[in-house]
């Protein structure tokens, strides 16, 4: 045991002190929050008012287009050749031509610009026209256009659990969004580190720098060692990046709301469309709930505690299942480029596990959803998608007693390859090759 603790400490060490490691962990969060901080400043602070003119020989819209804080409306009153003239010369970003028969002719309508207009723009000048027609017909058939509104109702349902401890509020949308980020946060923390233990072990191969080493450490305690090392390299990362990413996260956001007045023309529209995006529900007794609360309330439905739990348990169940195997494949090639023969077999169960997610996703609690939930190869990632939705203890349990003796199975594996493969030149290795390794005495 001292030995593999020495080689867990080496490894460890020697990888978190790399520059690499060191800059990849700053500048992951730095990129993430910077991206998003892009992105939210482009749509608030780049935001300028248009000038659209209205030819309306109908004169049905007078007073329907109204002007806004990007918007503003000048209606003619001249011919289309003349406005159409005027409009080569003017500063106006649009001109909206509505003809006489638009109401039999609703596609009769044209937009004219210097370049193109936007879908936004576009759109915005349709749903305006539309409404109107709409309304004229229907108050020809003696139907207002306020009785048709009062008509359209929006259902929204809330999902209960019923378990032995009574009644619980439950998310089916936080459940989702929660398992499939567990999912790929497993997904890819599998085929990173994996290959950093693949990678590594290849390396000292090559260099020979392993033939010192076996004199000394056996080669099982080698290998564990350093599966277990890049597997706490991992998990300093990832709690790394949670914790920058919230504080940069939470330091961007104040500095764009300082930066941007509350009562600004573009922080209004941002806000409207929001509003517009999510409408509040109106609740029996008059009250109307929050959107905004409401996504809260679904996050702290779910069980977080067990969520945490399994997830660094299923993180590093899969990860030590896998690595196992890549450790195997590095101890059995010369380089890099020898290790895509074998690499097929170890990533198709990752890859089908991940596309088998798609579907537990719409029935968590299926067939399908149940056995790749308990085979080890698939279930920390299958698994991880269905705990949020609630997943019965003694399926939990089977699923995690299983997956401890897959890992064991496949280290026992990949020890067996790696005593032999890890002092093995010059020889390009087989699927017959490395059965022989498992059975050699």
């Known amino acids: 045991m001292r030995n593999i603790f020495l080689v867990i400490k080496r490894e460890y060490l020697v990888r978190v002190k790399k520059k690499s490691f060191l800059i990849m962990t700053l500048l992951a969060p730095l990129l993430f929050v910077g991206f998003y901080a892009v992105v939210i400043w482009v749509a608030i602070g780049s935001v300028d008012t248009k000038t659209v003119q209205v030819l309306d020989e109908s004169g049905l819209f007078k007073k329907e287009f109204k002007d806004s804080e990007t918007l503003k409306f000048v ?62 017909k229907l108050s020809a058939a003696g139907i207002t256009h306020q009785i048709l509104e009062d ?8 999902t209960i659990s019923l378990s032995d401890e009574g009644e619980k509020t439950s998310s089916s949308g936080a459940a989702t969004v929660i398992g499939g980020i567990c999912a790929f946060l497993i997904y890819m923390s599998v085929f990173i580190y994996g290959t950093q233990v693949m990678r590594g072990i290849t390396e000292e191969k090559t260099s020979r720098i392993v033939e010192v080493i076996i004199s000394s450490v056996k080669p099982f305690d080698l290998m564990l060692g350093k599966i277990i090392g890049v597997a706490l390299v991992g998990l300093t990362q990832f709690v790394l990046w949670i914790f920058l990413t ?12 300082s930066q941007m007045p509350k009562d600004s023309p573009q922080m209004k529209q941002e806000m409207k469309k929001i509003q517009d995006g999510m409408p ?34 299923y993180y590093l169940g899969g990860y030590l299942l896998y690595s196992a195997l890549f450790g195997a494949v590095g101890a059995a090639v010369d380089n890099d480029a020898d290790t895509q023969q074998f690499m097929l077999p170890i990533t198709l ?11 537990v996703l719409r029935d968590p609690d299926g067939n399908l959803a149940f056995w790749t939930s308990i085979i080890p190869f698939t279930s920390p990632i299958i698994m991880m998608v269905r705990i949020p ?23 026992w594996l990949a020890a067996r390859i790696y005593r032999v493969g890890i002092l093995m030149y010059g020889k390009k290795v087989s699927y017959k090759e490395l059965a022989k390794w498992i059975f050699y005495k």
């Not at 596990?353 to 579907?359: D, I, L, R």
């Open 75 to 136: 209606y003619l009153d001249a011919s289309l050749d003349s406005a159409k003239a005027r409009f080569k010369g003017s500063e106006a970003n649009a001109l909206v031509f509505i003809p006489k028969n638009v109401i039999n002719e609703p596609k009769s309508v044209r937009i004219y610009a210097a370049k193109n207009v936007s879908m936004d723009l576009k759109s915005d000048i349709e749903k305006v026209i539309e409404k109107q027609i709409e309304d004229i």
């Open 151 to 158: 008509s359209r109702v929006n259902v929204t349902s809330e």
């Open 246 to 257: 919230a504080a940069l996260t939470s330091a961007t956001s104040a500095a764009l709301s």
């Open 280 to 313: 509040n529900r109106q609740m029996p007794g008059g009250t109307v709930e929050n959107p905004i609360a409401e996504v809260l309330g679904a996050v702290n439905s779910l069980n977080i505690p067990l969520i945490i739990g399994c997830f660094l348990f």
């Open 349 to 359: 169960p990752i890859i089908f596990s991940f596309v088998f997610a798609q579907f």
């Open 389 to 411: 939705f609630g997943v019965p203890a003694w399926e939990i349990a089977l699923s995690m007693v299983l997956l401890v003796l897959g890992f064991m199975g496949t280290t």
